[in-house]
């Protein structure tokens, strides 16, 4: 269990599973949750910044597509209308708690240019400076596979280390990170605790090697050594916990904390 009582500045990574139905569509119920989590987390003091995926999935939805795109201009179409639909659905959920979103889109570029970078650093900070929750994705419109991030567990990264915020809890549809894979290992244990690159080299290397690697978690431990380069923290926890990352904060979630800064913090 871990308390976090010591973070003023978080990153929330939320995935596409985590805001949509098997359909595409938006599952309000889950949206509707988090964001109210969030809010509560932003009346309690904290400054969040949101990086939410979830824009091809809700566009798949809208244009009843059965399945996720293969041609990059379906891709991009569908991110399109997606990402109108979730803006509107953040807008309109966070309004009801009284606070007010930006949307913030991202490319590769923006991150590796040191004056675009810079740029997008005055555009965070300026709508952070006036207590707007900015909600970042990908520019999935423009940013085609060979020049993309290509997965926002390393975009959110990004942002945590751009801003110098303390840490990001990526909200997951898994509890944390486990020795071996859970899914065909029923005596698998999920590891509260890693602190050193070491310690999570001999994770991805545990095993059968690839089995980390599966259901995400390689960009998961691609965005904790980013992370550990800045002395930044990542706390993987899963989405479907219900008041999650009110459990976060009071010292009842289950999850796995890869802490590399000197922060105090119980767990
Ligand atoms: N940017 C993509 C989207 O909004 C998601 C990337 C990811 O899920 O990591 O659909």
Redesign the pocket.
């Known amino acids: 269990m871990h308390s976090l009582t010591e973070y003023d500045k978080i990153v929330i990574k939320i995935?596409?599973s985590s805001l949509t139905h098997d359909s595409g569509l938006i599952d309000l119920w889950k949206m509707e949750q988090l964001v109210k989590q969030i809010a509560n987390l932003y009346n309690k003091g904290l400054s969040v910044i949101v990086v939410?995926?979830?824009?091809?999935?809700?566009?798949m939805g809208k244009m009843k597509f059965e399945s996720r795109p293969k041609e990059i201009p379906e891709k991009q179409a569908?991110?399109a209308v997606?990402?109108c639909t979730?803006m509107h659905m953040y807008e309109k959920f966070f309004s009801e708690y009284g606070i007010t979103v930006a949307q913030i889109l991202l490319t590769k570029e923006d991150m590796d240019n040191p004056s675009r970078r810079q740029h997008s650093i005055n555009a965070l900070s300026t709508l952070i400076k006036h207590g707007i929750v900015p909600i970042v994705?990908?520019n999935?419109v423009v940013a085609i596979d060979e020049i993309k991030v290509?997965?926002?567990?390393?975009?959110s990264a990004e942002v945590c280390f751009m801003m110098d915020y303390e840490m990001l809890i990526i909200l997951s549809d898994i509890d944390g990170v486990y020795d071996k894979d859970p899914r065909s290992n029923p005596d698998a244990v999920m590891i509260p605790l890693i602190e050193s690159l070491e310690a999570m080299d001999r994770i991805s290397a545990g095993g059968s090697g690839s089995e980390v690697g599966t259901g995400?978690m390689q960009?998961k431990l691609g965005a904790a050594r980013l992370l550990s380069r800045a002395h930044k923290d990542l706390l993987i926890v899963n989405s479907r916990t219900e008041n999650i990352l009110n459990l976060v904060f009071t010292g009842k979630a289950r999850g796995t904390l890869f802490k590399f800064s000197n922060r105090r913090n119980s767990s």
């Not at 939410?52 to 566009?59: N, Q, V």
Request: glycine share 24%; proline share 0%.
């Open positions: 995935g596409s939410s995926s979830g824009a091809i999935a809700a566009g569908a991110a997606g990402q979730l994705n990908e999935d290509g997965d926002n567990d390393t975009l995400g960009t």
